[in-house]
């Protein structure tokens, strides 16, 4: 059974031109879960305060048709987002997600997934002859609905297939059974998204424990998948050598020695408005949001955000690039920032 079970289901009528939206809409019927068939626009949540909108959201599954042709683009991971899945079913405090889909946190699908795999294609067909990269997590996690789905399984398997383009998300979620006997042919490199243990515990809600993503990325990698880690959001909190060095014996530990990892660093920072949204949806939260310090930093939108100060991002950099090519030889560390 998917991890993620939604209270309310939202259709598209034009969904139910795929027969992965009919598919869908019977089996939540099957199951008894709320449904309701809209026009166009996803209809907007009742008038609550934030956080009542908020659990909602995070509990209903819209079910769509892609209408936009073009891919956004994806820095540093890939050359393209693939739009697969928005939204979560997790509750992570710090999520940059809180700031993408603000007042709509819903978990929303896409049932014309050939139409979006073609113009993949396309896209890889242009940029050739250099590679190109699609990145299936840029504003999801789509592992957790995958269940219900199957889309992650027919892009891995089309990736496998189209010379020039790889495929590549992460993940916090364990669902990952049906990709293990895809036919990939390595193009797909799947990345579990871990923390240190004061993190997990205090910021991460309804995702599934260390334990349980090292476990299924052992089994990613059993099954020929390039794997790799995605250390995000890293927070300097005190202690944080201590405990990031216990994660990365912990990994250690837990993936075979021979495996070739990739390694992905990412740095807490946030915006005045991912803050404001966050103290908004977890009223009291203790996610470390004090720009005092903090360096604010202008980004390439026009909006800056807090980072931390130069000094300290460099002795993170350190830690993280010592103890990685120490621990393990076999990996690469694919960005810090
Ligand atoms: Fe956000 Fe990832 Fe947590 Fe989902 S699992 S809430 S995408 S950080």
């Given at each position: 059974m998917p991890s993620f079970v939604p209270k309310l289901v939202l259709i598209q009528k034009s969904a139910l031109e795929y027969p992965l939206g009919r598919d869908l809409k019977k089996r939540f019927e099957n199951r008894g879960i709320e449904l309701l068939v809209y026009e166009k626009r996803v209809p907007p949540l009742p008038r609550a305060s934030f956080g009542e909108r908020f659990q909602l959201g995070k509990r209903t599954l819209a079910v769509s048709v892609r209408q936009a042709r073009e891919f956004q683009s994806c820095r540093p991971s890939a050359h393209?987002?693939?739009?697969?899945v928005s939204g979560c079913p997790g509750y992570c405090e710090y999520c940059y997600l809180n700031t993408n889909l603000g007042q709509s946190p819903y978990v929303k699908v896409y049932v014309n997934v050939d139409e979006i795999l073609h113009r993949a294609a396309a896209y890889t067909e242009q940029r050739r002859p250099d590679r190109t990269v699609f990145e299936g997590a840029a504003t999801s996690d789509p592992v957790a609905v995958e269940g219900w789905t199957g889309a992650l399984l027919r892009a891995v398997e089309f990736f496998a297939l189209l010379p020039g383009a790889e495929f590549r998300f992460v993940t916090k979620?364990?669902?990952v059974e049906s990709l293990l006997g895809a036919r990939h042919s390595g193009k797909t490199t799947v990345r579990f998204s871990i923390n240190c243990e004061s993190i997990m515990n205090k910021f991460e809600r309804g995702v599934p424990r260390l334990r349980s993503r090292l476990e299924a990325a052992k089994e990613t990698a059993g099954a020929g998948y390039p794997l790799g880690f995605l250390i995000a959001p890293i927070f300097a909190l005190d202690g944080w050598r201590r405990e990031y060095e216990k994660l990365l014996l912990t990994v250690k530990r837990n993936i075979p020695e021979d495996t070739p990892l990739t390694f992905e660093l990412i740095t807490h920072r946030f915006t005045d408005r991912a803050r404001k949204i966050i103290r908004q949806a977890?009223?009291?939260?203790?996610?470390?949001?004090?720009?005092?310090?903090r360096v604010f930093k202008f980004g390439q939108f026009g909006y800056g955000k807090y980072v931390y100060p130069q000094e300290l991002m460099e002795e993170l950099k350190e830690f993280f690039q010592t103890r990685i090519n120490e621990l393990f030889p076999l990996a690469t560390i694919l960005y810090f920032v």
């Open positions: 393209y987002q693939l739009p697969l979620y364990t669902d977890y009223p009291g939260t203790n996610v470390p949001l004090d720009d005092k310090d």
